[in-house]
């Protein structure tokens, strides 16, 4: 404690003096001491001292100096002030943007800073041109163009105009997509111009491509024809083809996995494809160039089917039998009112038929040979052979017999149904499969398919 006279007053007013010099020079050596960075721009584009610096959308520092480098670049110094952004990092980038499109001095400077493992950007350090990127003034897009160009873009702007009248508000939400857009193209055109001499040979072989499209103008022409067609076809078909759209969503989430799988099926599909390359080159190209004139051939082939697939005019063509598919499907499997009464479609109706001849079907059908063999027999009167015509025969019983002098004698009435019993079997309606012919020698006839099968295997034709 100071003593309460004036010496004890003097000395405090003093020390409060002192502290409160001492904190004045703290800060202002504090202030003194700003984290700068210089980024070096092809076009300082109307930028100012004092303009803002800001990292998605929020001021983190001031454009505190602009001059002109020994190369002719414009090298900003930016002051950052702003709590957690010092020191930035390397890979950040450095974009010169417009507040709005009117005005002069509405420039600031947009950071996307580098990422967390990139190095500390010393304090004064610089940010190079390849990391930097100027304004584009839409005066000087416009002035790429010529007058014709010019009246083109005006007549598109008056068309997007009327166009999005009355949905302005939905055309905002979409252009509001745009800008990954844009900054992907803008990431395109970077690596693009670090990739010169590839981009060159890419354009070279494109007009190699382009060249030898024009020599097949004619294929070319079927192809803008078809495309057409499949066009229009697509156009008729819209209320399918938008709820077939919005059902890709839920079948673009169950063939996720498939895809999945797909990719090692891919990786195991690699020696494949190495080992196929040589026959591809060595075999299948020429054979399809061998195979281009059958092609060219097979036009009108092609256009005849395309006629017999879709064809102008009423029930003429493949599309219009397809549409008549679901009144067929009504008829032959739904149950609706027919004759006064519910009764079920046509294939129920004949699965419930057949399903009551079942046990008849299962029996007629090991005689499936006996029954093609009598519809042939029944055909035809006879075959050929080496020798010409022949016809099967068989022996007749009648009234007479034969003498000893190879006379024909009567046979006596009291005699002749002895004679017929003796050569004559009746009753043999329960033969088996096979037995109407004589035994084959492995015995593969008469057939039995079962052995509870209903059938007589001793009824065979008569003789050795």
């Known amino acids: 404690m100071f003593p309460k006279d ?21 800060l202002l050596l504090s202030g ?19 303009n803002a610096v800001k990292v998605s959308g929020n001021t983190i520092g001031s454009v505190e100096d602009i001059a002109l480098t020994d190369d002719g670049k414009a090298r900003v110094t930016m002051k950052i002030d702003g709590d957690g952004f010092q020191p930035l990092r390397r890979g950040t980038r450095a974009t010169i943007r417009q507040t709005s499109l009117s005005g002069v001095a ?27 990127s100027a304004a584009v003034d839409l005066d000087q897009i416009f002035n790429t163009f010529d ?53 060159e040979r890419f354009i070279v072989e494109t007009a190699r491509l382009v060249t030898d499209v024009s020599a097949r103008d004619d294929v070319l022409a079927d192809l803008t024809r078809d495309l057409s067609r499949t066009t229009s076809a697509l156009t008729s078909n819209g209320e399918a083809l938008g709820e077939s759209i919005g059902l890709l969503p839920n079948v673009m989430r169950k063939a996720n996995t ?25 075999r299948l190209i020429p054979f399809l160039d061998e195979l281009r004139p059958f092609a060219r051939d097979a036009r009108p082939a092609v256009r005849e089917l395309s006629q017999t697939i879709r064809r102008p005019g009423a ?26 009464a519910e009764r079920p479609g046509a294939f129920p109706t004949t699965i419930k038929a057949f399903e009551g001849i ?98 007589d295997e001793t009824q065979v034709p008569i003789g050795p």
């Open 6 to 26: 004036g010496r004890g007053r003097t000395l405090g007013a003093v020390a409060l003096l002192a502290a409160t010099l001492v904190i004045v020079v703290g």
């Open 32 to 50: 003194g001491s700003a984290y700068t960075v210089n980024a070096d721009f092809v076009s300082a584009s109307q930028l100012v001292d004092g």
């Open 106 to 132: 509405n420039r600031y400077v947009d950071l996307q800073l580098g990422g967390a493992d990139g190095a500390d950007i010393p304090d004064g350090g610089t940010l190079r041109t390849q990391n930097t």
């Open 147 to 199: 007058p014709k160009a010019r009246r083109g873009v005006q007549k598109t702007v008056e068309f997007l105009r009327d166009f999005q009248a009355g949905n302005e508000e939905e055309a905002n939400e979409a252009l509001r997509y745009l800008n990954p857009a844009l900054s992907s193209s803008a990431r395109l055109f970077a690596a693009l111009d670090r990739s010169t001499p590839d981009f």
């Open 258 to 282: 498939t895809f999945v799988n797909l990719r090692s099926a891919l990786d195991d599909l690699d020696p494949l494809v190495d080992d196929a390359k040589p026959v591809v080159r060595t």
């Open 315 to 340: 029930d003429n063509d493949l599309v219009e039998l397809l549409r008549r598919q679901p009144a067929l499907d009504r008829i032959a499997n739904q149950t609706a009112e027919r004759n006064g």
């Open 358 to 455: 079942t046990k008849q079907v299962a029996f007629l059908r090991p005689y499936a040979p006996e029954l093609v063999g009598w519809f042939d027999d029944f055909s035809s009167s006879g075959a050929y052979d080496a020798m010409g015509s022949f016809s099967r025969a068989g022996l007749q019983f009648n009234g007479f017999t034969i003498g000893p002098a190879l006379n024909a004698l009567p046979v006596p009435a009291e005699l002749r149904n002895l004679i017929l019993s003796a050569g004559v079997h009746t009753g043999r309606n329960n033969r088996c499969p096979g037995s109407l012919e004589r035994r084959a020698p492995d015995g593969s006839n008469p057939y039995k398919p079962s052995p509870d099968f209903n059938c």
